[in-house]
């Protein structure tokens, strides 16, 4: 109709790919890393320095000597045992985003053995802190689970929040109960007992041992065993699940479970191992990296331990550039943020494509 007003077609539209083989799929990673540390370069030249010595340093900084291998590795620990918690419950398509409170409260439940009954056994402790770090973290994760099966809540924003209130649990213990009456002015609580901190292998806490020790059994349990194999399937498809005769329930508060314990294990191997007291700071922030982590190595454990190496390279790396340059934390994060842009970018150009359109101009 002449009075009928024209519709403009969209310059492109977002269409699903096809199926792509894993050689093309690694193909376009590939890309996206090259793509990204151009892209880094260019802000290097920008601020005034030369790309292939910061990326140099970066790569040294991380491998220089004894002491930057063992702080590379203290921080791929938390990273490794995190993402593997998370992975969990993402197998699943149980969003949680709460591995930082997790952690937390696993380092709570750790840290009360630590304080108040350091006198045990050294094995003994330990074997039981950890026990009690997997059981707060767990439980912690469990909350979630219930209120989701129960009332359909959305465990996105539930395990978001719950990180907030496990940081001020931590505040509150520091401020009250667990205050050291020896620290003038201010309020911490008190340094672990020698007795209560993990010993040490290789000059690093054996929390490292734990990590690799995890990974191999998170693989084996979600892909050699029943629990694992109905995590998946849930994951696909919840009315597929009961059709098979499957507890969808039990499934989802068992996995949750075992992600927040998975998580807890990382708090009060963080609180016992790398810090030796507790702390707000006692999860860092490892939890929401962990999220990126777990996707980026597409939810797969082996995958898993070589990416949290690779950000822990270059979280180290990124330090020492800060120092042996004089540039800012800002610049690093900057570095680090345009690295991070392109590799998980490329994540989404795996799935979906943009398609132009031929036809300009009005419908």
């Known amino acids: 109709m002449a009075n009928q007003k024209a519709v403009r077609e969209p310059l492109f539209r977002v269409v699903k790919r096809a199926e792509k083989t894993r050689n093309q799929i690694f193909l376009l990673r590939f890309e996206a890393v090259i793509l990204s540390l151009i892209a880094g370069a260019v802000f290097i030249l920008c601020i005034g320095y030369n790309p292939l010595e910061i990326y140099g340093t970066i790569i040294s900084g991380a491998f220089r000597s004894k002491m930057a291998i063992q702080a590379t590795v203290k921080y791929a620990i938390p990273l490794t045992i995190s993402s593997l918690g998370v992975t969990l419950a993402f197998r699943m398509r149980f969003w949680n985003i709460g591995a930082e409170g997790q952690i937390i409260v696993g380092a709570i439940f750790a840290s009360y053995f630590a304080l108040f009954h350091a006198d045990w056994p050294h094995a003994v402790l330990v074997i039981v802190m950890l026990l009690a770090g997997m059981i707060g973290g767990g439980l912690w994760g469990l909350i979630p689970a219930v209120f989701k099966v129960k009332f359909g809540t959305n465990e996105t924003l539930f395990t978001l929040m719950l990180n907030y209130i496990a940081l001020h649990i931590v505040s509150y213990l520091r401020d009250g109960p667990w205050r050291d009456p020896g620290a003038a002015g201010f309020s911490k609580i008190a340094r672990f007992n020698k007795n209560a901190a993990l010993d040490k292998v290789l000059g690093v806490h054996f929390g490292w041992i734990i990590a690799l020790i995890l990974v191999v059994l998170v693989f084996i349990y979600l892909r050699r065993t ?8 849930v994951g696909e498809s919840q009315d597929t699940a009961r059709y098979a005769g499957m507890n969808v329930r039990t499934i989802i508060l068992r996995t ?20 030796v007291t507790l702390t707000t700071s006692v999860a860092g922030g490892v939890g929401f990296t962990a999220i990126i982590v777990a996707w980026l190595a597409q939810l797969n454990p082996i995958m898993i331990l070589v990416v949290s190496t690779l950000f822990s390279v270059l979280e180290k790396g990124s330090g020492v550039v800060q120092s042996s340059f004089g540039l800012s934390v800002d610049c690093a994060d900057v570095l680090q943020g345009i690295i991070l842009f ?22």
């Open 256 to 275: 949750m479970f075992l992600s927040g314990a998975v998580c807890g294990l990382c708090g009060m191997v963080q609180a016992t191992g790398s810090d």
């Open 226 to 233: 029943k629990q694992g194999y109905e995590i998946s399937v």
């Open 342 to 363: 392109f590799i998980l970018g490329c994540e989404f150009f795996v799935r979906y494509a943009f398609v132009f359109n031929k036809k300009g101009g009005d419908k």
